[in-house]
């Protein structure tokens, strides 16, 4: 058995969610081989050679793969899938925009969200917003799995000596274009990268609440910013901050939740924080149930005397 990981790029280096697929891709058994699909790529070629048990790395260069399109990268993905058992993506926007064009072509089911590889056939995965885990055993010939990053420790990124075999990549298929992007720019860590992160509700009341109070607490733990959906919506925080089922799945050392209910829909993008803090003046809000810690309190008063204390 061989097991494909289709890496995350920016064709220079290698994103943290392809390490933490990898270490997936290496429990379902035999080797472990990455997909760089890319332009310009052979930096992240040569940095994929070196992410701890990985055996080969296969670098398709066409400038059609420079953003990662959907169609193009879904195509080069069948044009080798046949050398493979498992084929396996990162649960991220992207790895969910390829993996289903890829099943479907494949015409195999998809396992999504995998958080377990019990064995080569066999995985857990959350159900019901992850108030219920499923065992999932795939009797295709092919497995397609996403890999929730947060279940999986990421493989170390130094330390392999994987061959690096350049093919030729299959031709545009011509059905999207990029046209651009806007990248929002910030000296905070990346939201699914940091180690801390503070979060607020809606019950901050507005976006220069928001700003006020939690962004003092932020610059104080060198944390990242999120927020609820309930914020989001109400344009208290940008859409990126979303945490949450239908925003960003985050596992941080901290999580500091303030004003946020703890709705399942939240509740399933980070529950998986190694230590949660809640502050929340309502004393049945859901929060307090998966908190290790726990302040009943008015988040305008409190949330600026812990920014003090610190």
Avoid at 97 to 122: C, F, H, K, M, Y
Wanted: charged share 15%; hydrophobic share 45%; proline share 4%.
């Amino acid at each position: 058995m061989t097991a494909l990981v289709i890496a995350e790029h920016d064709n220079a280096s290698i994103k943290g969610a392809t390490l933490n697929t990898v270490t997936a891709a290496a429990q379902c058994g035999g080797d472990v081989h990455v997909l760089i699909a890319g332009h310009n790529a052979s930096a992240a070629a040569a940095a994929a050679a070196q992410i701890a048990g990985v055996t080969k790395v296969i670098h398709a260069e066409g400038e059609h793969f420079a953003h990662g399109l959907a169609e193009n990268v879904a195509a080069q993905v069948l044009a080798i899938a046949s050398s493979y058992s498992h084929i396996l993506f990162p649960a991220t926007a992207g790895g969910k925009n390829v993996a289903p064009r890829v099943a479907a072509r494949l015409d195999v089911g998809q396992v999504s969200d995998i958080t377990r590889v019990e064995s080569p056939d066999t995985f857990e995965r959350p159900i019901y917003a992850g108030n219920a885990i499923a065992t999932v055993q795939a009797t295709d010939a092919v497995k397609v799995i996403t890999v929730r990053t947060t279940g999986f420790d990421p493989a170390s990124a130094t330390g392999g000596s994987a061959t690096v075999e350049t093919v030729t990549g299959v031709a545009d298929s011509g059905k999207s274009t990029f046209v651009g992007n806007e990248i929002a720019k910030s000296e905070r860590p990346e939201l699914t990268a940091a180690k801390i992160i503070v979060s607020g509700g809606r019950a901050l009341g507005s976006a220069e609440k928001f700003n006020e109070v939690m962004t003092p607490l932020a610059d104080k733990l060198g944390a990242a910013m999120g927020a609820s959906r309930a914020a989001v919506d109400a344009g208290y925080a940008p859409n990126d901050w979303q945490v949450g089922q239908t925003g960003k799945i985050v596992a941080p050392q901290l999580y500091v939740a303030c004003g946020i209910s703890g709705a399942i829909q939240h509740l399933a993008g980070m529950k998986d924080s190694k230590v949660i803090v809640a502050i929340n003046k309502d004393p049945e809000a859901p929060i307090f149930s998966v908190a290790d810690y726990g302040l009943e309190a008015d988040l305008f008063t409190a949330v600026p005397e812990l920014v003090a204390a610190l």
